[in-house]
């Protein structure tokens, strides 16, 4: 398959302030009723990191980063971004802030295609007015077709040239999650979260998600939050990981540290159970990406 090797303008045009995306997550604590899904959470993301957030079910990672994003509102705590508290910020914005995020539940328009769904994500920088907007002007016009540009860049660097028109509702599973880190990119975020991008996924297309991840990362220096079961790749791409259970931090160093760390390895393989996710014996923490 064509794989695009220009840098989309997104990244061509971002200079020292563009990127900075210094996160500090202080002592965050988060409850439903009685049930502890986060205690005193402490974490930081440097600007070019690549973080993976790891942890069995029900761990609190979805939560912690629906904290971050703006979908919960923690009891305690605070979130640094850029040195400017963003903890009770709206998703609005937080996203104008530059933080962009994925779903662990697929969050698209099913009954509309590929390039509408990304003009969405794109919206947060239209600069026009309702007024303009409605009659078209040649300001408007310059400005929709920069917007296009952009889209067409991030569609040709994620392959989906195939599928730009169709409804995203007729694609394969891996192929929707490949739509929604498009919206993402096209919010043009400072810091990236992704909540289990390679999730149902088929092994060719997970192989074509860390060739994507890799090149934002470690190619253009996007700053990344990733949430992630599949320890292979986890471990393989990740600058860190931060390890997550039963709501609190168990562990974080390099993948090679946290690897070895038994608090880590008795968390994952204490039950020795296959846990519907991928985490077992087998393919566990030592596995390594072929
Ligand atoms: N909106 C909510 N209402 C009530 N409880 C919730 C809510 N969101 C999360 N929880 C609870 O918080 C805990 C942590 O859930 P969370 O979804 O953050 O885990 P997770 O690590 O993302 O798990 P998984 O790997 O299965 O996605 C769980 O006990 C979950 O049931
Ligand atoms: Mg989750």
């Given at each position: 398959m064509k794989s695009f090797r220009g840098e989309p303008e997104i990244y061509r045009q971002r200079d020292q302030g563009r990127t900075e995306a210094e996160l500090e997550v202080k002592s965050l604590s988060l409850s439903f009723g009685g049930i502890q899904a986060l205690s005193d959470i402490d974490m930081e993301v440097h600007t070019g990191e690549l973080v993976a957030v790891i942890g069995p079910n029900g761990a609190g990672k979805t939560s912690l980063l629906n904290c971050m994003t703006g979908y919960y509102r923690p009891q305690k705590g605070r979130i640094i971004?850029?040195?400017?508290?963003?903890?009770?910020?709206?998703?609005?914005?937080?996203?104008?802030?530059?933080?962009?995020?994925?779903?662990?539940?697929?969050?698209?328009?099913?009954?509309?295609?590929?390039?509408?769904?990304m003009m969405l994500g794109r919206h947060i920088h239209c600069r026009y007015g309702l007024i303009p907007g409605c009659f078209f002007?040649?300001?408007?016009?310059?400005?929709?077709?920069?917007?296009?540009?952009?889209?067409?860049e991030?569609?040709?660097?994620?392959?989906?040239?195939a599928i730009r028109n169709k409804p995203v509702g007729s694609l394969p599973y891996g192929m929707r999650k490949r739509v929604e880190l498009g919206r993402a990119l096209a919010l043009d975020p400072r810091l990236l979260v992704l909540d289990e991008p390679f999730a149902g996924m088929t092994l060719e297309e997970k192989e074509d998600m860390v060739r994507f991840l890799l090149e934002l990362n470690a190619g253009w220096g996007q700053t990344m939050i990733l949430v992630e079961h599949d320890m292979s790749i986890v471990m393989s791409i990740s600058t860190r990981v931060t390890v997550l259970n039963f709501g609190e931090k168990l562990a974080e160093g390099t993948p090679e540290a946290v690897q070895s760390d038994p608090k880590v390895i008795a968390a994952y393989l204490g039950g020795g159970q296959e846990n519907g996710n991928g985490l077992s014996r087998d393919n566990g923490l030592q596995a390594d990406i072929g």
């Open positions: 971004f850029n040195g400017k508290d963003v903890t009770r910020h709206s998703t609005h914005s937080l996203t104008r802030v530059g933080i962009g995020r994925t779903f662990q539940n697929i969050e698209l328009f099913p009954g509309m295609t590929v390039l509408s769904n002007s040649p300001s408007v016009r310059k400005e929709e077709i920069r917007h296009r540009r952009i889209l067409e991030i569609i040709d660097f994620l392959e989906m040239q």
